[in-house]
């Protein structure tokens, strides 16, 4: 079994960046007692090994006019259309996010749209015009009760915790 080169500082500062991405190394610093240029190095190494693979800021969709949220099943017609379906996906701004499923369906998207005019536009003029897709199932979003942030819940929290000790 490989050794695992994370250690437990490095733990403790993911945990710390997984509370607030936009805190300061030099706050991180002052809690473990050490140099800010030691938590930039630990931060790089993490990176470097791609256990941190970025940052981001959530915003609020509606508060900028994307009032419209679904999920969309796709089937798409053969195999070896995937790589092609999965490439013009990329290519539609409404759709955030795209996974391949098993099931009925081949793949799942999650999209944000203006308004049900904006959707059905969407949905006519760009997912169903690419070669590939056969059909498909719509799911309108009523209201979010919750999402959780991978990064930020008990449970990784608790999977670093566990390994410090």
Request: aromatic share 10%; glycine share 4%.
């Amino acid at each position: 079994m490989a050794k695992n080169p994370i250690t437990k500082t490095d733990y403790k500062i993911l945990t710390f960046l997984m509370s607030n991405a936009r805190i300061s190394y030099l706050e991180i610093a002052r809690e473990f007692g050490i140099s800010g240029a030691a938590i930039h190095q630990r931060i790089k190494k993490l990176e470097d090994a791609q256990v941190i693979t970025g940052s981001k800021i959530n915003v609020n969709q509606k508060l900028l006019g994307y009032n419209v949220c679904a999920f969309l099943g796709v089937k798409i017609s053969y195999p070896s259309k995937h790589d092609s379906v999965k490439n013009a996906m990329r290519n539609i701004p409404e759709v955030v996010a795209a996974y391949f499923i098993t099931g009925k369906y081949n793949l799942f998207i999650k999209v944000f749209c203006a308004d049900n005019d904006h959707f059905m536009h969407m949905l006519f003029n760009k997912i169903l015009k690419i070669d590939g897709v056969s059909y498909t199932e719509t799911f309108m979003v009523l209201d979010k009760i919750f999402e959780r942030d991978i990064n930020t819940e008990i449970p990784v929290k608790e999977l670093i915790e566990s390994s410090l000790k």
